[in-house]
């Protein structure tokens, strides 16, 4: 019994100085801020990270969003291929398709889950995205293959 009770203060302990360095505000030091250890990212006047847009960079789920906009995450291949095929089929620039969500799926089929008339597929799992894209407006959704070699819109 005392071996728990002695257990337990520890824990208790630790939780707590959990608790006490994760609310320690970041340290300053000249202009930058330093948190512990972590790289910050540059900021613009209005406190909001700079994403990197240039061609080289890594596709993000709304490139040329405003700043501050939450959609700029990476994103995986196939669905850099959903935004380069939504633009493309509304003739307007891959930076104007906004990525709404981009789902792991695993099809049930090489037809990606949606079969045409006549149409034979392999009977094989397929993995996969489910990607909602907004285009002018207009929301539209494909599903992937992982690669994003193979795109079919749903009707």
Not at 9 to 36: C, F, H, Q, W
Not at 84 to 112: F, M, P, Q, R
Not at 134 to 155: D, P
Request: aromatic letters at 6%; glycine letters at 10%.
């Amino acid at each position: 019994m005392k071996y728990v009770s002695i257990f337990g203060l520890v824990i208790i302990a630790m939780v707590g100085a959990a608790v006490y360095y994760m609310g320690t505000p970041p340290a300053e030091t000249g202009d930058s801020t330093v948190s512990r250890g972590m790289p910050v990212p540059e900021t613009n006047t209005f406190d909001t990270a700079v994403t990197d847009t240039s061609s080289s960079a890594v596709p993000t789920s709304a490139n040329g969003a405003p700043p501050g906009s939450i959609h700029n995450l990476p994103v995986p291949e196939a669905v850099a291929a959903v935004r380069t095929l939504a633009a493309t089929l509304a003739g307007i620039s891959e930076n104007k398709v906004i990525i709404l969500t981009a789902y792991e799926k695993e099809w049930s089929d090489g037809c990606l889950g949606i079969r045409k008339v006549n149409e034979g597929c392999i009977q094989v799992i397929t993995p996969g995205y489910e990607v909602a894209v907004s285009v002018n407006g207009a929301e539209a959704t494909y599903h992937t293959n992982k690669t994003g070699t193979s795109i079919r819109a749903v009707r």
